[in-house]
């Protein structure tokens, strides 16, 4: 399976300039560690791709079979744009963070499907699914304690 992971950021009516990229890269957080730690607990039988929009401009046109994008309220709208134009090309979106957790039925408009809460303790239970033709339109969240192994072992 061909996966992408998306770093969003809040373009506002921004077009990618010299300009607009300095102001995002000074004006917003660092990426988070949300990306690096799905791909690392992804099966190496998948390929995954990680883009960060702070450095790297979406190539839609490009063949996923997969598209992870996690999100915080910021950049919900942005995170629906990238969506919903995945979609529109017949590409399966997970969409997933604390947005997500917080308004699952909004999330839920623009995607196939949402993982709440810790979106890690259910990201091999979904590749699972998918591959098994039985994708849920969401996955709870599972109780995270010291215990927990992830991946799951």
Known sequence: MNILIIENIWMGETKYGFFDKLLLNAFTILPTLYARKIAAITPKKHAVKIINERNSIIDFSKKFDLVNINY??????????????????????????IHTSLMPKEAKEHADSILL????????????DYEENKLKSEYKHKKYDKNTKIPPI
């Open 72 to 97: 915080t309220t910021s950049t919900a709208k942005r995170a629906y744009e990238i969506a919903d134009e995945f979609r529109k090309k017949g590409i399966i979106v997970v969409l997933s963070g």
């Open 117 to 128: 809460g810790w979106g890690e303790l259910n990201w091999q239970d979904l590749l699972n």
